[in-house]
């Protein structure tokens, strides 16, 4: 298997297959039973656009950018944030589903938090 379709499969299919699930997901009506605890559906935003910022960032250190980092967190957050924004719109169109401001906040708040803290892991397993 070459190094380009290595790179492909490992590191941007399953960023496919999360923004699958996502579309998926927010294209379905909301579950009629949800826990009832104060802010669960932002901070189910914030996780999992945590988990696909930290997915874009893994994907992008294997680009020719890898060298800079600053252009591939800042790319990491956009394009994770974008997805979210893009999320909230196609919810906008669902029937029984709505778009939410304070959801596309805790979408892109979930992004800096997963590219950060998935930089601080890849640095710090690189300095042991």
């Given at each position: 298997?070459?190094?380009?379709?290595?790179n492909?499969l490992?590191?941007?299919?399953?960023?496919?297959?999360y923004?699958?699930?996502?579309?998926?997901?927010?294209?379905c009506?909301?579950?009629?039973?949800v826990p009832?605890?104060?802010?669960?559906?932002?901070?189910?935003?914030?996780?999992?656009?945590?988990?696909?910022?930290?997915?874009?960032l893994?994907?992008?250190?294997?680009?020719?950018?890898?060298?800079?980092?600053?252009?591939?967190?800042?790319?990491?957050?956009?394009?994770?944030?974008f997805?979210?924004?893009?999320?909230?719109?196609?919810?906008?169109?669902?029937t029984?589903r709505?778009?939410?401001?304070?959801?596309?906040?805790a979408?892109?708040?979930?992004?800096?938090c997963?590219?950060?803290?998935?930089?601080?892991?890849?640095?710090?397993?690189?300095?042991s």
């Amino acid at each position: 298997m070459t190094e380009r379709y290595k790179n492909l499969l490992f590191y941007w299919f399953p960023i496919i297959i999360y923004c699958l699930i996502i579309f998926i997901q927010s294209s379905c009506p909301s579950p009629e039973t949800v826990p009832d605890l104060p802010y669960m559906d932002k901070l189910l935003h914030f996780s999992v656009y945590a988990v696909l910022g930290a997915l874009f960032l893994r994907a992008f250190k294997t680009t020719r950018l890898k060298n800079n980092i600053k252009l591939v967190i800042t790319l990491s957050i956009l394009a994770s944030s974008f997805y979210g924004i893009s999320d909230e719109l196609h919810q906008y169109f669902v029937t029984c589903r709505n778009a939410d401001i304070m959801d596309v906040l805790a979408d892109i708040l979930g992004s800096l938090c997963g590219v950060y803290l998935y930089w601080l892991l890849v640095t710090y397993k690189h300095s042991s």
